[in-house]
């Protein structure tokens, strides 16, 4: 059985777990065992219940700017993500408004006839990968939404800024900011040719659609740069990748508005997360060139604040923790 996390304050919780000095290793895979106040044990709907205990009291809230941008549902995979965000748009009674995409193949010297025939407009309305939206996708007055590209970067309209619809268009849709310096703002997102960067697609095609998602739910590699003080933790599946838990948790800014629901591999509520931490990666590493790239990497105040603890100076004794820290900087820049 995995060792119980005993710390008062949230923020020592990532830094233990990221580090794997909690919970047993089999094979790199460690089982972590939540504390009851952060578990959710009993629900007969999954969903509906880390809807509830991320946003309580949806009905009255749905709309509030203030409640919204520090709240998220964070899960390990994009079906997950999908059914969360499909359950918790029903709960918003606004009108809906439904945007599908124009898809096509990239020309391609005198390829393109033949791909036309084979990837016909139906097949690639069925494809589903990280970066860009669904083929249809169903929007609400009211709805918290993420960026998947970068619009005007100078204005901070970046991939992964959060913002909330205020009136949907046939050809624009009006949103303002919810979080950083454009909090507020009002901001109008075109329609915009999108290419999946997905490598494991053997061709390459493009969609006319807005760069946009529902973000009441994100994945945990697109939750990069997010500081949030209500988090429900949904892995109804185990995390999959190195330092994926550790990413997770250290997100929120309260240990009070941690919530998680976990699953077994049997498909039954428990009280372990996998966490998946390979030490070897740790190896041979070079402090310098670390400390060179946060150096060079601009993150929130409250960000470094926050990890500032984990190596308040040069002289590392756990180069563990510092990878870490590298590891998030470059998936904030560059995750997906």
């Given at each position: 059985?995995?060792?119980?996390?005993?710390?008062?304050?949230?923020?020592?919780?990532?830094?233990?777990?990221?580090?794997?000095?909690?919970?047993?290793?089999?094979?790199?895979?460690?089982k972590v065992q939540i504390p009851d106040d952060l578990l959710i044990n009993n629900c007969d709907d999954p969903v509906s219940a880390i809807v509830e205990?991320?946003?309580?009291?949806?009905?009255?809230?749905?709309?509030?700017?203030?409640?919204?941008?520090?709240?998220?549902?964070?899960?390990?995979?994009?079906?997950?993500?999908?059914?969360?965000?499909?359950?918790?748009?029903?709960?918003?009674?606004?009108?809906?408004?439904?945007?599908?995409?124009?898809?096509?193949?990239?020309?391609?010297?005198?390829?393109?006839?033949?791909?036309?025939?084979?990837?016909?407009?139906?097949?690639?309305?069925?494809?589903?990968?990280?970066?860009?939206?669904?083929?249809?996708?169903?929007?609400?007055?009211?709805?918290?939404?993420?960026?998947?590209?970068?619009?005007?970067?100078?204005?901070?309209?970046?991939?992964?800024?959060?913002?909330?619809?205020t009136r949907l268009e046939n050809r624009v849709i009006e949103t303002k900011v919810l979080s950083g310096d454009m909090a507020g703002q009002k901001v109008?997102?075109?329609?915009?040719?999108?290419?999946?960067?997905?490598?494991?697609?053997?061709?390459?095609?493009?969609?006319?659609?807005?760069?946009?998602?529902?973000?009441?739910?994100?994945?945990?590699?697109?939750?990069?740069?997010?500081?949030?003080?209500?988090?429900?933790?949904?892995?109804?599946?185990?995390?999959?990748?190195?330092?994926?838990?550790?990413?997770?948790?250290?997100?929120?800014?309260?240990?009070?508005g941690l919530k998680i629901l976990v699953y077994d591999d049997d498909g039954q509520i428990t009280n372990e997360a996998r966490n998946m931490v390979y030490?070897?990666?740790?190896?041979?590493?070079?402090?310098?060139?670390?400390?060179?790239?946060?150096?060079?990497?601009?993150?929130?105040?409250?960000?470094?604040?926050?990890?500032?603890?984990?190596?308040?100076?040069?002289?590392?004794?756990?180069?563990?923790?510092?990878?870490?820290?590298?590891?998030?900087?470059?998936?904030?820049?560059?995750?997906?």
């Amino acid at each position: 059985m995995g060792n119980v996390l005993q710390f008062d304050e949230t923020k020592y919780i990532p830094k233990a777990i990221g580090d794997g000095r909690i919970g047993s290793s089999i094979d790199g895979i460690e089982k972590v065992q939540i504390p009851d106040d952060l578990l959710i044990n009993n629900c007969d709907d999954p969903v509906s219940a880390i809807v509830e205990s991320t946003y309580p009291d949806f009905f009255n809230h749905s709309s509030d700017i203030d409640y919204l941008q520090q709240r998220a549902i964070l899960a390990p995979t994009l079906d997950m993500v999908e059914s969360i965000n499909e359950y918790t748009v029903s709960l918003n009674h606004s009108p809906e408004k439904t945007y599908l995409t124009s898809d096509t193949v990239c020309m391609s010297d005198n390829s393109l006839s033949a791909l036309e025939h084979v990837h016909t407009p139906k097949f690639l309305n069925s494809i589903k990968c990280s970066g860009i939206p669904n083929h249809s996708i169903t929007l609400k007055v009211g709805v918290p939404v993420m960026l998947l590209r970068n619009i005007d970067q100078s204005s901070g309209l970046c991939n992964g800024t959060r913002l909330i619809i205020t009136r949907l268009e046939n050809r624009v849709i009006e949103t303002k900011v919810l979080s950083g310096d454009m909090a507020g703002q009002k901001v109008f997102i075109p329609r915009m040719t999108l290419m999946p960067s997905d490598t494991k697609i053997p061709f390459k095609f493009q969609q006319r659609q807005f760069p946009i998602v529902v973000s009441f739910a994100m994945t945990i590699n697109k939750s990069q740069g997010q500081s949030l003080s209500h988090v429900g933790l949904f892995l109804k599946k185990p995390v999959f990748t190195h330092g994926q838990l550790y990413v997770a948790l250290s997100h929120v800014t309260s240990r009070k508005g941690l919530k998680i629901l976990v699953y077994d591999d049997d498909g039954q509520i428990t009280n372990e997360a996998r966490n998946m931490v390979y030490k070897e990666v740790f190896h041979n590493l070079d402090l310098r060139q670390v400390y060179l790239a946060l150096s060079l990497v601009r993150v929130p105040e409250q960000t470094r604040d926050f990890y500032g603890e984990l190596f308040p100076s040069h002289a590392v004794q756990q180069p563990e923790e510092v990878f870490l820290m590298y590891f998030f900087l470059l998936s904030t820049l560059f995750g997906q």
